[in-house]
């Protein structure tokens, strides 16, 4: 925003103080600016004038200046290649999910290249709402020609329009990482608590190993979980049915709509039909009963993973990803413990790989130079060079190449000081990626064996329109808020009632309106 | 006295204006102040009536009526949420000031330097630990397997309590925190007016033989009198409104314990948190606002009719 | 009851004001209240002031001792057993983490500082100069301005538009102003102030205007020094608003200001462990081995600890109080 257009706006403002016109300038701001309308068209692009492209990314700015020397380098490159500088804005994590929509609402021009993602980073809201630049395959092809053909060539961009046809935001469609939820335990501990191998095969088996943790291990708690976890209702139905998640529509924190494998265009959902719900609710009363948790485990904010490197937890709940750095860890923590990962969905191949929109690029609407933000990103994300840079920062200082052409930390290099910060989770590549020295050797059998019977989600193309069922998500959510913690740590003392009494508050609140219009969005998406 | 100057015969208001030229300057900082960071966003607040978009603005998006205040009767605990919150408030406003009061009254007895000084910073400390902590604590405390109440329940002899799992302790707990917190910090106010007072009333009250019961009920408690109708006139505008922070770090998910302890705040946050939706909160800020502009303009109103001087406005 | 005797305390002794006898008064009156004999009622009434106060203060302090030793420590005696009264296993670990950059932290520091001591300052006079005009009753428009400066408390524009207007039209975002302005007053300090003003005699007003003083000279140089306690409150209030912010930083300021301030510095320590470790953005994201609970405990020590030291200065304020007769002459 120019000098001269803030002050008339700051004039604007002054009027509007007396109650006149404020509508004009806070409508003003919001719509006046850069790209417009934009999106169409391809072209030469124009580098006559030296840019700076201003990237949107979440975490902390990092402080200890390798940042700034990486980026000293890297801008060089950018310089020659397409006369344009990068600058970082960080999303501190510090209340990040109003910070980062904050931010977008402000509409204004100082970011180019928004990090976004489908599931975690509300892609598809501000898409709809228009903060996100719509773009076509001429304006693509032309300024992120690498992004264009690589993404075409697996027909991914389907996975990113809205149903105007257009484009909002490039998938990291060709990044694998699987974020697949279950259980790390012990094998030693599984071991001898008598299951075969230390293997567990199955979510009730996890009874046997908290009873034995429970009865041999005095200082650890089975399963030492903190607050919100829904890990014993969920992992428990999924290994049991053939329910998917619709992972579009939440309800607070809650994912309360589902479709089956067999029947994947009806929307229904385990928390009202049939008694797999009671069944998970059931074996968490167990639990309970047995002690596998503290008593007080929904108000507990401990730091749960650091009590199974500790030896004070038989059990600690995430994802894959993070079972790689416990592989890493936990040799070295509690020799022998060799720790384990059992997934959801283990039993009956009900998983899935990770979304492509998992992580994501969109191009601000308000973006003044969106075709050289374009430009850059492509760079970024094909460049061999810059995209070490980029990821890794500089060889020798931020990272080194070991004997097995792995990287690896240099000499005195401490992660929690040294990081380098640049946070580009949208966009990564697998064929540029460096195999890092902490990985397991066995990382790429591991994966492979998840792949081979893992399901494709089938609604990544799905967008829920919300706006009329949104409050009865709201309150939806308020009444799961009511329930759901309460089955999943077993404190009711006769849960078939309980979900009987949440099922009536549910169809209160508007259930079945709210299913039959994301069950029209399903069937809009066969059609 | 009082009132002299306002039972005159009204002038003209340019005249007046004029008359008053420099007092009217000296507010002047404090108004623009408000204009520009209060009433000038303030037709913003029209977005909780829009389902909002970025491309038309606030004042462009569609209009939905209210749609965006729905989802707090549908789920049907509008009645339990505000309860719940009043009456918290009504704990807090009543018990706070009484607490404030006593505690000022009592520093202001306190005549060893050292102690005063000491004790009054001691009780300063609450105020600056943030609500995570306390939540923290609290749980520390109160936890059944490791809390420290429940360990000296233990030591000597007794049944450890479920305190996590029973509702009807929490009202207490949520006081008692929430005094525990601000009760230092507020009676700065209280101690602040004790100090104004006229020492020579003190002496007359202590000629005519008063003792220190007299002294508090007729000197100190009258010219506290001001002071308290003020805060309770601010307070009750904000009788709707929740301190978020502490109930959410003291309760949180725990299901358990809401019937006595969900406030507005709190039940809303669980609803919308992940719904990147600012009209619905700024809905819900209007309803708080309207009831509470309510009970003012009605307390203010009675407040008036009473004695002028004390009234806000 | 509803006389002004109450609402203007100090009204008896005006005269002697006014009559400029100030120095002899002051004297007089502060060597009477030692003459006046204790009856039983005040020694009880003492006795159970310093029980109270004394206990309240312990009430107070207690969980601020199991920060401190929290903080000093173990993590790993933390997990297992939870806070005491004594540090266990005693480090500096995570004070080491927290000022493991000095600069970033003394930075943070020297923005907090500047920013309380100017607002307070500024604040302080802006709040005490509109008290001092909305207390005359002879201001035509006193309950105008008082409700219009009320009114506000009572709707705001709630977080979108707010942010929106002073972000985007008044340009303030990444700019300390955006947190600096919106902190310099309330309303609830400039009704609190105009209601301190009643310890001022209106006679001392009518006494400066009958000598020809206009009002803003009445307002400076007779009103003022006889606002000492009010001024010490709102001025601590104030000064606490300011010490206290985080959350405008994190709105406004975030990561685009080299130093943030204090408690958004430390807010922010203590979210990454948070967010990191339930990270939903999948690997890449460096697990680092913070010291988790003991970090959140030492950033509460750093962040109270000067303010500690600094009471004690405000406080003489309290403590010497003042009367209308002992206006420092």
């Known amino acids: 925003m120019s000098s001269i257009k803030r002050r008339t706006l700051l004039k604007g403002g002054a009027l509007a103080a007396f109650g006149i016109g404020t509508g004009v300038t806070l409508a003003a701001c919001n719509s006046n600016n850069g790209g417009g309308t934009g999106g169409g068209g391809g072209g030469e692009l124009d580098t006559s004038e030296a840019v700076t492209v201003t990237m949107l990314v979440l975490g902390d700015k990092p402080t200890n200046g390798r940042l700034e020397a990486m980026l000293e380098q890297l801008n060089a490159k950018l310089t020659e290649k397409v006369n344009a500088s990068l600058e970082l804005f960080y999303i501190e994590w510090a209340d990040w999910q109003t910070q980062y929509n904050v931010q977008l609402l402000s509409g204004d021009s100082n970011v180019d290249l928004i990090g976004t993602a489908t599931d975690w980073l509300f892609a598809w809201e501000n898409a709809q709402k228009g903060a996100f630049l719509p773009m076509d395959e001429a304006m693509l092809s032309s300024y992120a020609p690498q992004t264009w053909e690589q993404v075409d060539s697996e027909g991914h961009w389907e996975l990113c329009k809205l149903d105007d046809g257009m484009i909002y935001f490039m998938p990291e469609d060709n990044f694998t990482q699987w974020t697949n939820h279950g259980f790390f335990y012990r094998g030693d501990w599984a071991t001898e608590a008598g299951i075969p191998d230390g293997e567990i095969t199955e979510f009730e088996q996890f009874t046997t190993y908290f009873q034995w943790v429970k009865d041999n291990q005095p200082e650890a708690y089975p399963w030492d979980v903190a607050g919100t976890n829904e890990a014993a209702l969920t992992g428990f139905v999924q290994g049991r049915t053939e329910y998917q998640v619709i992972q579009q529509v939440t309800a607070g924190i809650y994912f309360p709509f589902h479709t089956t494998t067999s029947d994947p265009t009806a929307v229904t959902s385990y928390y009202m039909e049939g008694d797999d719900l009671l069944a998970a609710a059931e074996l968490a009363r167990e639990w309970n009963d047995i002690g596998v948790w503290r008593e007080d485990a929904v108000n507990y904010d401990g730091d749960t993973r650091e009590q199974f490197y500790a030896g004070l937890s038989g059990a600690d709940q995430h994802h894959m990803q993070t079972f790689l750095g416990i592989l890493h860890r936990m040799p070295t923590d509690q020799p022998g413990s060799d720790p384990k990962f059992f997934y959801w969905g283990k039993e009956n191949n009900n998983y899935y790989r990770d979304i492509k929109t998992h992580g994501a690029m969109a191009v601000s609407a308000n973006s003044r130079n969106p075709e050289r933000a374009l430009a850059v990103y492509d760079i970024l994300r094909n460049d061999e060079e810059c995209y070490h840079l980029f990821n890794y920062g500089i060889e020798g200082t931020d990272y080194v190449i070991d004997a097995e052409g792995r990287r690896s930390q240099p000499e005195g290099f401490d992660p929690a000081t040294d990081s380098l910060g640049s946070n580009f989770w949208y966009g990564r590549m697998d064929e540029l990626e460096i195999p890092s020295a902490t990985d397991p050797d066995n990382k790429q059998e591991m994966f492979d064996a998840l792949d081979a019977n893992a399901k494709d989600y089938p609604y990544e193309r799905l967008v829920v329109d919300k706006t009329m069922i949104e409050s009865t998500l709201a309150a939806m959510g308020a009444v799961l808020s009511e329930y759901i913690p309460q089955l999943q740590y077993g404190k009711f003392s006769d849960p078939a009632a309980a979900i009987a009494e949440m099922r009536q508050k549910l169809t209160d609140a508007g259930y079945e309106d709210a299913r039959a219009s994301i069950q029209a969005d399903i069937e809009a998406l066969e059609a | 006295m009082a009132g002299v100057a306002t039972t005159r015969r009204p002038r003209s208001l340019l005249k007046s204006a004029w008359d008053s030229k420099v007092l009217l300057l000296m507010c002047l900082p404090a108004v623009a102040f408000f204009v520009v960071f209060a009433y000038a966003p303030m037709p913003g607040a029209w977005i909780a009536f829009t389902n909002f978009n970025y491309r038309d603005g606030i004042f462009g998006s569609p209009f939905v009526g209210l749609r965006n205040f729905e989802f707090l009767i549908k789920s049907g605990q509008l009645w339990l949420l505000t309860r719940n919150t009043i009456l918290y408030n009504v704990a807090f406003i009543v018990l706070g000031n009484i607490l404030q009061i006593a505690l000022a009254i009592m520093l202001n007895e306190i005549r060893l330097r050292y102690f005063k000084k000491i004790s009054q910073t001691v009780m300063f400390l609450p105020y600056f630990i943030s609500v995570v902590l306390i939540g923290v604590i609290a749980f520390n405390l109160f936890n059944y397997d490791t809390g420290a109440i429940n360990s000296l329940i233990v030591a000597t002899g007794g049944d450890p309590v479920k305190i996590y799992s029973t509702a009807g302790l929490w009202p207490f707990i949520i006081v008692a925190v929430q005094m525990w917190q601000s009760t230092g910090y507020g009676s700065i106010v209280y101690f602040a007016a004790i100090m104004g007072i006229d020492k020579t009333l003190f002496e007359a009250a202590a000629i005519d033989g008063a003792s220190a019961w007299q002294r508090i009920r007729y000197v100190i408690l009258p010219s506290l009198k001001p002071t308290f109708i003020i805060l309770l006139l601010f307070s009750m505008g904000g009788i709707m409104h929740g301190n978020f922070g502490l109930f959410w770090n003291l309760v949180g998910n725990n299901a358990q314990l809401f019937a006595t302890t969900d406030i507005i705040e709190t039940a809303v946050y669980r609803m919308v948190m992940t719904q990147n939706n600012f009209t619905t909160s700024t809905a819900v800020g209007l309803y708080q606002s309207i009831f509470g502009f309510a009970l003012v303009m009605t307390a203010n109103w009675i407040v008036r009719r009473m004695n002028k001087d004390y009234a806000l406005f | ?329």
């Open chain 3, 1 to 329: 009851m509803h006389s002004s005797e109450t609402t203007a305390p100090g009204v008896v002794d005006v005269v002697t004001v006014v009559e400029g006898k100030k120095r002899r008064a002051k004297r007089n009156k502060q060597a009477k209240p030692r003459a006046v004999k204790l009856g039983a009622s005040d020694y009880a009434l003492r006795g159970i002031s310093y029980v109270f106060v004394s206990l309240f203060a312990v009430f107070c302090l207690l969980p601020f001792v199991m920060i401190v030793s929290a903080s000093f420590s173990a993590e790993s005696e933390i997990l297992r057993h939870g806070f005491g009264l004594f540090p266990r296993g005693f480090t500096m670990t995570a004070y080491e983490y927290i000022f493991k950059s000095p600069r970033q932290i003394l930075g943070s520091y020297a923005v907090t500082v500047t920013m309380t001591v100017l607002g307070t300052a500024i604040g302080l006079f802006v709040i005490s100069m509109t008290g001092f005009a909305l207390y005359r009753k002879d201001f035509r428009f006193r309950n105008q301005i008082s409700f219009f400066i009320y009114f506000t408390t009572l709707f705001s524009a709630g977080l979108a538009p707010t942010f929106i207007w002073v972000g985007s039209t008044l340009g303030l975002r990444g700019s300390y102003l955006a947190v600096f302005l919106q902190l310099l007053m309330t309303p609830w300090l400039i009704i609190l102030m105009k209601n301190f003003m009643r310890t001022v005699p209106y006679e001392v007003i009518e006494s400066g205007k009958v000598d020809g003083a206009g009002d803003f000279r009445i307002f400076a140089q007779l009103a003022l020094p006889m606002m000492k306690p009010a001024l010490a409150t709102v001025g601590l209030f104030l000064a606490m608003g300011y010490w206290n912010e985080w959350y405008l930083s994190s709105l406004y300021l975030g990561s685009q200001v080299e130093f943030r301030p204090l408690q958004y510095h430390l807010y922010n320590i203590i979210n990454t462990a948070n967010a990191l470790r339930n990270s939903v953005a999948g690997d890449n994201v460096t697990i680092t081995n913070l010291p988790s609970n003991t970090l959140k405990m030492a950033s509460a020590v750093v962040a109270t600890a000067p303010v500690l030291l600094m009471y004690p200065f405000v406080q003489k304020y309290f403590v010497s109080g003042i009367t209308v007769g002992a206006v420092k002459g």
